[in-house]
């Protein structure tokens, strides 16, 4: 699991299953970190039945974001912060990110790259979902600062930067689900989750 986060959280580009630790809906009273949580145990605990129980779970944008900015989820280096909100399919991920700290012990002279330097406020919007087993993610868009970086600069700081640590990231990326997760939808503000 920490590698699929790690590579979703490093690349600053959202996933799915940076939401898929835990599901079961926070009531209007309770402690969102404390039910993400309990759905985090109560995954772990279904996924090693034989027969996990299939009823779908959800797990809200606010317990999600709740327990990655807890400290239970290591960032990498350079990332200060990150929250996720859904949409049907959607996830985008509003980041804080020191590229210096991100970049060290890796050099360009590439006049492309610069722009990856310093601190900035980085929004990716990706499509996400898991099937069969799988998790997807498809980057639509990555903007530093509310400027879209092109497509080819991305892929670029992809290969230079973050594939020698990562070597799963992509802009079109897939991955094993954890804990006999078959399905993950991304909705409003939630993502659904089925084991079997």
């Given at each position: 699991?920490?590698?699929?986060?790690?590579?979703?959280?490093?690349?600053?580009?959202?996933?799915?299953?940076?939401?898929?630790?835990?599901?079961?809906?926070?009531?209007?009273?309770?402690?969102?970190?404390?039910?993400?949580?309990r759905q985090l145990a109560y995954l772990d605990s279904n996924g090693k039945l034989p027969?996990?129980?299939?009823?779908?779970?959800?797990?809200?944008?606010?317990?999600?974001?709740?327990?990655?900015?807890?400290?239970?989820?290591?960032?990498?280096?350079g990332v200060q912060s990150v929250t996720f909100q859904g949409q049907p399919g959607v996830i985008t991920a509003n980041c804080r990110v020191d590229f210096d700290q991100l970049k060290v012990g890796a050099h360009s002279?590439?006049?492309?790259?610069?722009?990856?330097?310093g601190i900035h406020n980085v929004v990716v919007v990706a499509h996400a979902h898991g099937a069969g087993g799988r998790g997807y993610v498809q980057v639509d868009s990555v903007s530093l600062d509310g400027i879209e970086v092109p497509r080819f600069v991305l892929e670029l700081f992809v290969e230079k930067y973050l594939q020698p640590k990562y070597p799963r990231v992509g802009l079109e990326s897939q991955f094993g689900?954890?804990?006999?997760?078959?399905?993950?939808?991304?909705?409003?503000?939630?993502?659904?989750?089925?084991?079997k």
């Open positions: 699991m920490s590698d699929a986060f790690r590579f979703l959280l490093a690349f600053l580009l959202v996933l799915a299953f940076a939401l898929i630790p835990g599901t079961v809906a926070a009531g209007p009273n309770s402690n969102p970190l404390a039910s993400a949580e027969q996990p129980n299939p009823a779908p779970t959800e797990l809200t944008e606010q317990e999600a974001n709740a327990y990655v900015s807890s400290g239970h989820v290591k960032l990498p280096v002279s590439n006049p492309l790259l610069s722009v990856f330097s689900l954890p804990d006999r997760v078959d399905a993950a939808v991304v909705g409003v503000h939630k993502l659904t989750v089925t084991q």
